[in-house]
């Protein structure tokens, strides 16, 4: 009941904030603050108000407060326009790529294709929409500096809460969501029976038994990839400020990086080698560079000399794909790969992925992003997703590159390097379901493509090459 408590304080707390910050005061771009501050916990709160009430109305009034504020900001957005008609909307490329990706995905809510219900093609067209809705509120987004440095602070400090709740879990060898009711609420509400060693699910242990962590996020999966955006987040904030005052920002890296190493994915945890060596080489940063390819070497003189013959083992497995995971999840992309070839147009909305709105009696594949959009909306659907993120990308980074505005160049930072390292997970999972890292990385890319829009030419020079 404490917990149970503590949840109805904090989440009516910032709703009642967020409330009047959208109505009453016309800053619907404030959704981004109740966004990060309420989708790391989802998962927790939904559990702790489930095992307290035993009540699936008061769950649906916590799980849908978010699409509700979501309506009510972008009502706002149309509402508190001085003049919408002379509003500028501007689109460029990504722009145009993501309209034919939704506008696909609302056309195959109507086909007559595939085994899944209306209900349930809807709940999943509904899921696709938020990247969508995100993003367009970062496109029609601008912050002053200190707006942006309040946002992305409070990522940081999740980052450093995610892993203090990780050692005080480690310390106790008790998983949080084991307090939190988790299985409890993943059996009554989503069918799910509770498996694995410790009363939750396989996600949250290892082959050998051990223990993967996720604080205080749905599952380890899940934390591991909000690592790769904390710690993202922590270096150009420690890169872009004086040295004397970023002592915080390490500490947000170690977090991250901790939290990375509880979560014992594998994925996340190539993922991020992934994006270090994406950072330094496009960045320049050369000592990046060599630390990373240190700490890669470290990592290797460990499990070769050092580690218990189980971590060797275990790492060995993975990369030569004799890990049970390593291999489900080939056997996940050929099933993906075999519906692609034999229907190339799609099978249409929810019959791929992990979504409680794919039924496991109709679910093609299901542990790769790419795959799942490939199997649902075609051939088309898939390439229109990977160019999104392609060209996304690419003009994240000449916003960094060319911008003047630290501030700006931040979030593009975070934008490219976050999206760039979440490529190895969406290879590996359903990884847009990890609604807080998916939905603000979408909504900086989003931003940071506002900004891209205001340099064309681009005259100015980046932020990092220029510094002293």
Not at 273 to 278: A, K, N, P, R, W
Not at 297 to 304: E, H, Q
Request: net charge neutral; glycine share 8%; aromatic share 18%.
């Amino acid at each position: 009941m404490f917990l149970f408590f503590l949840v109805v304080v904090y989440v009516l707390t910032l709703l009642v904030v967020s409330v009047k910050k959208i109505v009453f005061q016309g800053k619907w771009e404030f959704i981004i603050v109740f966004m990060v501050l309420y989708l790391p916990f989802y998962i927790s709160i939904l559990s702790i108000v489930y095992q307290a009430t035993g009540s699936e109305v008061a769950v649906a009034f916590f799980q849908y407060i978010k699409e509700l504020l979501l309506l009510l900001a972008i009502g706002g957005f149309f509402l508190f326009q001085k003049d919408f008609w002379t509003y500028p909307f501007r689109l460029n490329l990504v722009d145009y790529i993501l309209l034919s990706f939704f506008g696909l995905a609302t056309l195959f809510l109507f086909l007559p294709m595939g085994e899944a219900s209306f209900v349930n093609k809807l709940l999943y067209l509904k899921n696709t929409l938020l990247i969508g809705a995100f993003y367009f509120l970062g496109r029609n987004t601008r912050l002053a500096s200190d707006q942006i440095d309040r946002i992305f602070s409070w990522v940081m400090v999740i980052a450093i809460a995610a892993f203090c709740l990780n050692i005080l879990e480690k310390g106790l060898g008790v998983h949080f969501q084991q307090l939190t009711g988790y299985a409890l609420f993943n059996f009554a509400i989503n069918g799910i029976e509770p498996s694995g060693n410790y009363g939750l699910s396989w996600t949250f242990e290892t082959q050998t038994t051990g223990m993967r962590l996720a604080s205080f996020f749905s599952d380890p999966l899940e934390m591991a990839s909000s690592s790769l955006l904390a710690f993202a987040t922590g270096l150009i904030w420690y890169l872009t400020r004086k040295r004397e005052e970023s002592w915080f920002y390490l500490l947000v890296m170690l977090a991250a990086l901790g939290s990375l190493f509880f979560s014992a994915s594998r994925a996340a945890f190539g993922a991020f080698f992934v994006m270090l060596f994406f950072i330094a080489f496009v960045f320049r940063l050369y000592r990046l560079l060599q630390l990373g390819a240190l700490m890669l070497l470290g990592f290797a003189l460990y499990v070769l000399y050092f580690a218990s013959e189980e971590f060797y083992y275990f790492v060995y497995d993975t990369l030569t794909f004799q890990n049970a995971s390593s291999l489900g999840h080939l056997v996940e992309w050929f099933l993906a790969l075999d519906s692609m070839v034999a229907n190339p147009e799609g099978l249409g909305l929810a019959m791929s992925g992990n979504t409680g709105s794919v039924e496991d009696e109709v679910r093609v594949g299901g542990e790769n992003q790419f795959l799942i959009y490939g199997v649902q909306l075609g051939v088309l659907g898939m390439l229109l997703y990977i160019a999104a993120l392609g060209f996304g990308i690419h003009r994240s980074l000449q916003v960094f590159r060319h911008t003047s505005d630290s501030s700006d160049a931040r979030v593009a930072f975070i934008a490219a390097s976050t999206k760039f390292g979440l490529l190895l997970p969406l290879f590996t999972a359903n990884a847009e379901l990890y609604a807080y890292v998916s939905l603000v990385s979408w909504w900086a890319m989003g931003y940071s493509l506002s900004i891209y829009n205001q340099l064309l030419p681009f005259k100015n020079k980046s932020l990092i090459s220029t510094r002293s």
